[in-house]
Nanobody, 123 residues
Framework: QLQLVESGGGLVQPGGSLRLSCAAS????????IAWFRQAPGKEREGVSC????????NYVNSIQGRFTISRDNAKNTVYLQMNSLKPEDTAIYYC????????????????WGKGTLVTVSS
């Protein structure tokens, strides 16, 4: 059974860092593009970052540019989102999602979803 499991969320003070992980089970991530999404309370879900299956291409939404870094380790079947300089407005449930994509590009149209991990940025 294809599963994506997010971990690494928690409570952090403004300016702090967290690293989220997205681990795949039941399939290999090698041929999948991966994206991270977030949904803040009372807001719609938004795509924040994606990475192509090869890792060649990445994309970031403007609000996290320069603070977050997406990466993948296909040997570990895991994708990461390193989040630095966190702000209260980054508080949200973070989801990873996947789709088969052999191209060197990524976008936010995904087929498989994890259940999310909560990130709370507060003093």
């Amino acid at each position: 059974q294809l599963q994506l499991v997010e971990s690494g969320g928690g409570l952090v003070q403004p300016g702090g860092s967290l690293r989220l992980s997205c681990a795949a089970s039941g399939f290999t991530l090698e041929y999948y593009a991966i994206a991270w999404f977030r949904q803040a309370p009372g807001k719609e879900r938004e795509g924040v970052s994606c990475i192509s299956s090869s890792g060649y291409s990445t994309n970031y939404v403007n609000s996290i540019q320069g603070r977050f870094t997406i990466s993948r380790d296909n040997a570990k079947n895991t994708v990461y989102l390193q989040m630095n300089s966190l702000k209260p407005e980054d508080t949200a449930i973070y989801y990873c999602a996947a789709k088969v994509d052999y191209s060197d590009w990524c976008d936010y149209g995904m087929d498989y979803w994890g259940k999310g991990t909560l990130v709370t940025v507060s003093s």
